[in-house]
């Protein structure tokens, strides 16, 4: 395998600290969740960057490389594409699985949920990684996920899965430390075990970020302070290896810009005590590159190279009995922790249960970013998420986000809500504009509001 390029320390890039990462300092580069962008349409902080040599990498999150199904191929085209118009030196995703397809209805998680470490399910992953490295135009990395519950029958560990997946398909690793550290507290998992076990020649980078223990279960919120345990996780592995690059992850409650700076530093000072790695940053600009709709890769980075040209054995297909018996261990986990079936056999159900509510407070929240009209409708936060929460218990996701939001508004007026007959007009008239189409008559609402009450 390859030497992957040095990247050096860089940070999450998110529009909510856009500007304030444009002003940190020593940035070398950055990662932007790949579904958050439009290739033809950059946010002209990510060109400004990109003009001073900074890096761009695209992170996905809806693959699902993990799950029963075959990678879409549109999604893979878009994550491609990202990467082109970024002038990327890799793409990144997970090990995980987001959905299934299979027994229908389709079932959204809306978060990224643990493999099983079996061989079914590493044979199933293998094949998808090996279906999306070809159709990608750049080198892919996949990243160790956090989880709250593990899966009964497991065959493998953590690292032992990890080193079969990095043998069996030339894949890179993209190692996040705080959740090595979230699954040591949550599945008694050493994160030393996990460093020793796994081909470290293949880490295309690290993860660093923050959470919190309550009750015994820890918390990868990604809305905290980088705590000293994930930095110890850090120095770990940076005494077995020097990683090309580390980046740290903030998605929410973001700090002011010196906190951010400072959380920075602390990871160089992991990285080297002594403070002489070179910086990107002090690279060359390239020339300006802002007025372009779809910009070229950047001249005085690292070309966009070809994917690795690391040999791996060939691999029969993946047979549809195991695809099937995987889907199906997948379609009962998800339907117990989104649409309150039963919890499956071997399963820990007080975890199931933190786990589900945990699904449901993140859902609530993103449906009222992408839809944040809703809570000064229905009377602010508080009540939006007491109703949200009440529509989410027993009726999953099945559609993405924005589709969701509309759902619920229509779940509201089945059943003549909110009660204030001004609220319910500006719902209507909220849900109309974006359905596209008329509310249901009152004889219909009135049967959907039966029906929902008899499920």
């Known amino acids: 395998m390859k030497p992957m390029a040095h990247l050096g320390v860089g940070i999450g890039w998110r529009p909510e600290i856009a500007d304030a990462v444009e002003r940190l300092p020593g940035l070398d580069w950055v990662e932007v969740v790949a579904e958050n962008i439009c290739p033809g349409h950059l946010p002209a902080s990510l ?7 900074v890096r761009v990498v695209p992170h996905g999150v809806s693959l699902g490389l993990g799950g029963a199904h075959r990678p879409d191929p549109e999604k893979l085209a878009a994550l491609g594409e990202r990467a082109v118009a970024l002038g990327a030196p890799l793409v990144t995703e997970h090990i995980a699985f987001v959905r299934t397809t299979t027994p229908a209805p389709a079932l959204e998680a809306g978060h990224l949920l643990p493999v099983p470490r079996t061989r079914d399910a590493l044979d199933v992953l293998c094949e998808n990684v090996r279906i999306a490295q070809d159709a990608l135009p750049v080198p892919l990395a996949l990243e ?12 493998m560990t953590e690292g032992r899965f990890l080193s079969e997946l990095v043998e069996r ?13 979230t699954n040591r507290v949550n599945r008694g998992e050493d994160p030393a075990a996990v460093l020793d076990a796994i081909p470290l020649e293949a880490l295309a980078y690290v993860h660093v970020a ?7 279960v820890w918390h990868d919120t990604h809305a905290h302070p980088v705590p000293g345990v994930v930095l110890d996780v850090l120095a770990q592995l940076r005494r077995r290896v020097d990683p090309p690059g580390v980046l740290l992850e903030r998605d929410d409650d973001f700090p002011p810009e010196g906190e951010l700076a400072g959380e920075l530093e602390a990871i160089r000072g992991v990285l080297d005590p002594a403070g002489s790695r070179p910086s990107a940053s002090l690279r060359t600009p390239s020339r300006d590159c802002a007025a372009e709709p779809t910009p070229d890769p950047i001249p005085d980075a690292t070309p966009v ?6 040999p791996v054995p060939a691999a029969d297909p993946v047979p549809d009995a195991a695809r099937t018996r995987v889907g199906l261990a997948q379609a009962a986990l998800l339907s117990a922790l989104v649409a309150g079936t039963p919890v ?6 007080q975890r199931i249960r933190v786990q589900s509510r945990s699904l449901a407070a993140k859902r609530a929240g993103v449906v009222a970013k ?51 007959p001004a609220d319910r007009r500006r719902l209507t008239a909220w849900w109309q504009e974006r359905a596209g189409t008329r509310p249901a008559r009152r004889i219909v609402r009135w049967a959907r509001a039966l029906v929902g009450r008899a499920a």
């Open 47 to 53: 060109l400004r960057l990109r003009e001073r040599g």
């Open 144 to 155: 160790n996920i956090a989880a709250l519950i593990s899966w009964p029958g497991e065959e």
């Open 169 to 181: 398909t030339g894949v890179r690793l993209l190692i996040d430390v705080a959740n090595l550290h």
């Open 210 to 216: 923050g959470g919190f223990e309550r009750d015994g």
């Open 305 to 310: 190279p070809a994917p690795d040209a690391t």
């Open 344 to 349: 499956p056999e071997g399963f820990d159900r």
């Open 370 to 420: 992408v839809a944040p009209e809703l809570p000064g409708i229905l009377g602010g936060e508080k009540a939006y998420r007491e109703a949200f929460l009440a529509y989410a218990r027993n009726r999953p996701m099945t559609g993405g986000y924005r589709r969701d939001a509309l759902d619920f508004a229509e779940h509201l007026l089945i059943r003549e809500l909110p009660a204030d």
